[in-house]
Each structure stands twice: as C-alpha cells, then as structure tokens.
C-alpha cells in the first residue's frame, strides 16, 4: 500500500526556515552541501516535469509520423505508455524521496548499486538528453516558420534552434526562481491551448466518429495490425518521459521526498489526459486520412489548425505551441545541467573542476547550464548536415536511450531489493513495491526493445534500419572506453551502493589520479 508522510508546505516563516534546515540536514546526511536554493514548491516542480513532457511538443511532432505507420487507433500507445510509464514514476518515487540528490538517475544509481553502473547509467542518460534537447529545438523551427511565413532550410534550421538553446540557457541562468515561475507559466499557457484546441475540435470539427479509433485504414498490409501499431507507438513512447525531471532538481525543492513524488504523479495522469485530448481531437478533425497515408499531406497538425483557425488564429495556437517547444527546451536543460553537475561534483568527468563549479548569486551551476545548451546545438548542426531525416533519428535514439537509462535504474532497484533494501523515504509503496519494480521493468524493457527494432522495406538503407541500434552502441562503446582508461568512476569518495545499509567510499587508493 502507497504510503506517505505528510509536512508542512514551504515558506520564508521560522517554520518555512526550520524546513530548510531539516533539508540541509537530510543532504548532509547523504554526503553533500545544500548549495542550491529551495524556491521550487510543488506546482513549479510538476510544471518543470510537464513541460519537459509536453504533451503539445509530443503529438505535434509525431502525429504525423505515428499516423502514417498505423492510423488512428495509434491513439492507444499514450494509454498504454502512460500506464507503463506510471509504474517507472512509482519507483522513481521511492528512490528519490530516499537520495532527494540533484542529478536524478546518476546518484540513484549510486547508492542503489555501486559506481560503475551509475556511470553507464548516467553516461547513456546525459547523451539521451542531449539528443532530446537537440529534436525539440529543431522541432520547434517549424512553427517559427509557420509563424513568420517561411520554409526553414538546413542552415536556418540550425541557426533558429541555436537560437532557442540560447535564450533558455540565460533564462536557466537566471536561477531556480525564474525556472519555476517560466515552467509554471509555459504549463499554464500549454494546458489552456490544449483545452482550447481540443475542446474547439472536437465540438465543432469532428469529420469522423469514434469508431476510427479502431480502424487501422489498412496501415498493416498483408500482415497483422500489431506491426503497425508498434511502429505507430513512437507516439506515446516519445512522449511519456519527463517526470524524471521533478527529481534531477531534488536539491532546489523544499521537502523533496514528499513533495516531488507528488509532482511526478501528476506530471504523468495530466499530461497524459491533455495528449489524449489533443490527438483525439486531431484525428477526428482531419478531412483526408488517405492523404496523410500518402504522404501528399506532411503536416496534418499545422493544415488542420490553418483551415479551422484561419490565419489569425492559427498563429495565436502556433505562439502558445511556440511556448510549449521553449519551455520544454528550458526544461530539458535545467535537467542536463543537473546531471552534468551532479557527475562532475562526483569527479565522474572529464572537466569536472569547470563543470562543478557553482554560482552563489544565483545557486546554479553556469558551466554545466552552458555545456548543456552547446552540446545540443552542435548536435543539430552535425545532423543537419548527414540527412534531411535527422530529426527522426535523433527522436528515434533519445527516446531509445532515455527508455534504457530508465531501466538500468528499475533493474538497480530491484538489485537493490535483493540485497536488502527496504525504501525508508517519505513516500513508500510498501508490499506493492516488488510488483511494481517487476512490472515496471517489463515494461520498460519492451518499450526500449520497440524502440530500437529495425523497421522498414528493401527500399529502407540498413543504416536506417539499425540506427537507434547503431546509435546506443555508439554511445556506450564510448563511455565503456573512457570509463576503462580514465577509471573516472573511481575518482570520487561520495558514498555508494549503500541503499541495503551499508555505507560504502571509495578507498584511498580508489581516488588517486
């Protein structure tokens, strides 16, 4: 049975200081200095959570794709996937009210099972998050167009979605305040467009009942519709991630292991219940379905928005979709930098001295924050320039390896179990909790196996077909390498694999060099 511990809410009264305090106290009790400010409450922590899973960002600039591999009873992989995405949040939840420690799936890894696993599992997160922050800015350069009456190119592309990484990087320098009040701001702006546009569709311009949703329009061809629906399920796989930023911020949040549970939770049902919504809607408002198969219409959302909104108002929606894209890039970078701090506080990188180092006027870390917004830009460029199907493949792996980071830290949860760890934060799941690993595990591990299956005809290059394949073993090839030569995992004398109660550092030899 989910269990919790109730606290006051956080203020600037003696109380509010004596929260502080205690979770001061609770970092120092876990190996760090509380450096970070505690500005973000609960609703600014699930607005940072939503707007990194943006449901606007992840129907927008999948529709098209998952409608043309299965049709609309695609709709179901966000179902599917909020519900197996619900049960990773569960363990999440445990874990981080247990180690509230900036960085998220790197220093739970740490203490659920040792240091070279929250290395891997780290290394492979961070490049997932890179990619992720790189496909949404350029995602976002089409609405820019739409806005402003223009095709993008490859150089405009790269330069808009620089552009953007750049103007979050100095909001996110800012500091926690001014990221709490902006992701509070972008998920009110996203969920009312949402509402609005959902809500206008579906009373005013439904072409189609709801039977279409069981209705395949001959996506699978001469096999079963299983295939299809696999592949038309990047949909709801790209789109379930992001809760996991409620706690790569944990050092920035008044009573974390009670308050970011919570905001984990809702992050999932109510971006969850607005995807549903505006795909829906979208479905169900589409004139020609045999002309998105076809490919004749390549943008379904933008020609729906046009033809029902008229010019004006189209632009209005593309403003607000505009604010979803931005906030969710501020998102994703607030995370990066968490991590990339939280890695190089531990002395796990290359650069650590520079990547650590801290603003106390504004309590954020501004080397990692602007290694954060370079890296992604560099990554547009580079892809830009391989192919014209680069934001598809750049999805394709950041989902992928996100979904495979998630695991290693299911699995070392469940290693952890199995050595005696008994979750003993202010949220627990008590007797569920094993189920709920197992089946969270499963989950996952299908999800990624989904993911990363080649797809596709002859027509399709073999490069094409194994690229989220190619891509993963890129990137852990690298860092097993680095990890192998550089042994930086043993650098640091931060505990480590002492969630089943035995407190372990490295050994003095462990830190030399």
């Excluded at 109380?15 to 400010?37: C, H, I, M, T, V």
């Excluded at 990484?165 to 996203?190: C, D, I």
């Amino acid at each position: 049975m989910v269990s919790e511990i109730a606290a006051r809410p956080h203020d600037r009264s003696p109380a509010g200081a004596g929260r502080d305090d205690e979770d001061a106290r609770r970092l120092a009790d876990l190996g760090y200095e509380s450096r970070f400010e505690r500005r973000m409450g609960l609703w600014e922590n699930f607005a940072l959570g939503f707007t990194y899973l943006s449901p606007v960002v992840g129907v927008y600039s999948t529709f098209a794709l998952a409608f043309a591999a299965g049709g609309p009873p695609m709709i179901w992989s966000i179902l599917i996937a909020g519900i197996g995405q619900m049960l990773v949040a569960l363990v999440f939840a445990e874990i981080v009210a247990q180690y509230p420690l900036a960085g998220g799936v790197y220093p739970w890894a740490r203490r659920l099972v040792g240091r070279g696993w929250a290395w891997m599992t780290g290394w492979l997160y961070g490049w997932a998050l890179i990619a992720t922050v790189a496909s949404v800015s350029t995602g976002a350069v089409v609405f820019v167009g739409a806005l402003f009456g223009f095709t993008p190119t490859r150089f405009t592309t790269v330069l808009i979605a620089a552009g953007l990484m750049l103007f979050a990087m100095l909001v996110n320098l800012s500091g926690t305040k001014v990221l709490g009040r902006v992701a509070m701001a972008g998920f009110v702006a996203e969920l009312v467009g949402a509402l609005f546009v959902g809500g206008y569709l579906l009373l005013f311009e439904r072409h189609h009942d709801l039977g279409v949703f069981f209705d395949g329009l001959g996506t699978q061809g001469d096999g079963t519709y299983l295939g299809a629906f696999l592949a038309a399920s990047l949909l709801g796989l790209y789109l379930f991630y992001g809760f996991e930023a409620c706690g790569d911020v944990a050092e920035e949040v008044p009573d974390p292991g009670r308050t970011i549970p919570k905001a984990m939770r809702r992050t999932i049902y109510i971006g969850g219940a607005a995807a549903l919504l505006v795909t829906a809607a979208l479905i169900l408002a589409q004139p020609d379905f045999g002309a998105i198969l076809s490919g004749e219409q390549a943008d379904p959302v933008g020609a729906v928005l046009s033809d029902v909104f008229g010019s004006v108002g189209s632009k209005v929606i593309t403003v607000i979709v505009l604010i979803s894209f931005v906030s969710c890039i501020l998102s994703l970078q607030a995370a990066a930098s968490r991590l990339i701090f939280s890695y190089a506080r531990d002395r796990m990188v290359f650069g650590s001295g520079a990547l650590s180092r801290f603003s106390p006027e504004r309590h954020v870390p501004p080397v990692a924050l602007t290694v954060a917004a370079l890296l992604p830009a560099a990554l547009v460029a580079i892809a830009e320039l391989i192919s014209d199907s680069a934001l598809l493949r750049v999805i394709s792996f950041a989902s992928a390896g996100i979904y495979v980071a998630f695991q290693m830290v299911v699995l070392a949860a469940l290693i952890a179990r199995s050595r005696g760890w008994i979750p003993s934060g202010r949220f627990t799941l008590g007797r569920w909790g094993v189920p709920v690993n197992v089946a969270a595990l499963i989950y996952g591990v299908a999800g990624a196996l989904n993911l990363a299956w080649p797809r596709g005809g002859d027509e399709v290059a073999w490069s094409d077909k194994w690229i989220v394949v190619l891509g993963l073993a890129a990137v852990l090839a690298v860092g097993t390498l680095y990890a192998l030569i550089a042994r930086p995992h043993l650098r640091s004398d931060s505990p480590w694999g002492d969630a089943a109660g035995s407190s372990r550092a490295a050994a003095p030899s462990d830190t030399a060099g």
